[in-house]
């Protein structure tokens, strides 16, 4: 049974850090993994993603500088370190895992690709 299991979120102010997990159990996503969010009332958006094999990272501009995407393939985990955290990152954040080695490139932005995805931890940012 494949499961992805996020952590690490919580109330904070405005500036404060937060370092989410996303432990992945039953397969490794060779494809690479994401960090998506949704806001209430908005559409799910890409965060950060990371391919498995090379570790190439890619954000959202929104986060660039601030938030960090990293794994660690020992443990099968993916982290996602958010930094100067703004009210407007308040949501609830999901990982997600594409199984799929894909030859051409890869557009971590494009929820379809991912297979399976965690059931999401909320993230609130006070001003």
């Known amino acids: 049974q494949v499961q992805l299991v996020e952590s690490g979120g919580g109330l904070v102010q405005a500036g404060d850090s937060l370092r989410l997990s996303c432990a992945v159990s039953?397969?490794?996503?060779?494809?690479?993994m994401g960090w998506f969010r949704q806001a209430p009332g908005k559409e799910r958006e890409f965060v950060a993603g990371?391919?498995?094999?090379?570790?190439?990272?890619y954000y959202q501009d929104s986060v660039k500088g601030r938030f960090t995407i990293s794994r660690d393939t020992a443990k099968n985990t993916v982290y996602l370190q958010m930094n100067m955290l703004k009210p407007e990152d308040t949501a609830v954040y999901y990982c997600?895992?594409?199984?799929?080695?894909?030859?051409?490139?890869?557009?971590?932005?494009?929820?379809?690709?991912?297979?399976?995805w965690g059931q999401g931890t909320q993230v609130t940012v006070s001003s």
């Open positions: 997600a895992g594409d199984s799929v080695i894909r030859s051409s490139g890869w557009r971590p932005e494009d929820n379809t690709l991912y297979n399976y």
């Open positions: 990371i391919r498995w094999s090379s570790g190439d990272t």
């Open positions: 039953g397969r490794t996503f060779r494809g690479g």
